[in-house]
């Protein structure tokens, strides 16, 4: 596709649900990135994905965050038993590699809002 | 791991007057620095970037300088316009050298610009 592409756009679910976002990079990106956006505030980091392999999981909140990325190319990213402070947008973002200096790209982004 | 500063947290100038953003990084090995803009709703957006053997961009309006030695940079935007106001984020990214790609973006906490028609 012509950009980064997040689904669903927006999803309301019940505290104690879990959820699915998932990212597709841009074509042939081989670095994506996840990050959590609340409302009027800065970009948290999640998780860096170089190819499948994700070597920084440290932005992960907790045990209840999980993502993979399977064939170097979409990625999931699941939030389980999800609770009210979950409410935020999540923001993918991709390039082309990692290492710097490559621009990142960022989706339209996945608003969660956990009632 | 890097810390990445900010400031001002919110900022109004009067329209076509300069607007001035500053950040400070406190990883010395950082080597890219990208400045994005967020309008309410949108996603950020690339604007300009600065790569650590560079001191100074140009873009039209925008420019942004680099002081390695400081560890800081700062975003300048010239003859401001209304269009202008939105959510500026300066961010850093530090290579680990011990395995190529195991690097994250960095960002500063915000700048929301505001412009006074």
């Known amino acids: 596709g012509a950009g980064v592409s997040q689904s669903p756009s927006n999803k309301v679910t019940e505290k104690g649900k879990d959820v699915e976002l998932r990212c597709d990079p841009i074509?042939?990106?081989?670095?994506l990135y996840w990050y959590r956006q609340s409302l009027g505030q800065g970009l948290e980091f999640l998780i860096y994905f170089q190819g499948n392999s994700a070597p920084d999981k440290s932005g992960l909140p907790s045990d209840r965050f999980s993502a993979e990325r399977t064939g170097g190319s979409v990625s999931t990213l699941t939030i389980q038993r999800t609770q009210q402070e979950d409410s935020a947008v999540y923001l993918c973002?991709?390039?082309?590699?990692?290492?710097?200096?490559?621009?990142?790209?960022f989706g339209e982004g996945s608003w969660l809002t956990v009632v | 791991g890097e810390n990445v500063e900010q400031h001002p947290s919110t900022l109004s100038v009067q329209e076509g007057d300069s607007a001035v953003i500053k950040c400070t990084y406190s990883?010395?090995?950082?080597?890219?620095f990208p400045w994005y803009k967020q309008e309410l709703g949108k996603r950020p957006q690339l604007i300009i970037d600065?790569?650590?053997?560079?001191g100074e961009k140009k873009d039209q309006r925008i420019a942004v300088t680099l002081n390695k030695t400081a560890k800081h940079f700062s975003l300048h935007i010239t003859e401001t316009q209304p269009e202008d106001s939105a959510v500026y984020f300066c961010?850093?990214?530090?290579?680990?050298?011990?395995?190529?790609?195991?690097?994250?973006?960095?960002f500063g906490t915000g700048t929301r610009l505001t412009i006074i028609p």
């Open positions: 973002a991709s390039s082309l590699v990692g290492g710097g200096g490559n621009t990142i790209y």
């Open positions: 600065i790569r650590s053997n560079v």
């Open positions: 990883d010395s090995a950082s080597n890219y």
């Open positions: 074509s042939g990106h081989t670095a």
């Open positions: 961010a850093a990214i530090t290579p680990h050298m011990s395995n190529f790609g195991n690097e994250k973006l960095t």
